[in-house]
């Protein structure tokens, strides 16, 4: 998440500006796929792992 956040720094918090960054927004859309299978995966493992939002993150990445 950290990364992620990172991709923003100096940037305008504005979802119009960022809708039309095309390669920020793919970046932003592929770490969030690969977080959502990663907790997918750990939950499968461990379903109790305590994760804040875990289903959230994951209907994300289904998204």
Request: aromatic share 12%; no cysteine.
């Amino acid at each position: 998440m950290e990364e992620v956040e990172s991709y923003f720094v100096g940037y305008p918090m504005r979802y119009d500006v960022f809708e039309k960054d095309y390669l920020r927004r793919s970046a932003v859309e592929r770490k969030a796929e690969i977080m959502g299978e990663a907790i997918n995966r750990i939950l499968k493992i461990q379903r109790d792992f305590p994760l804040p939002n875990a289903k959230a993150v994951i209907d994300t990445r289904n998204r």
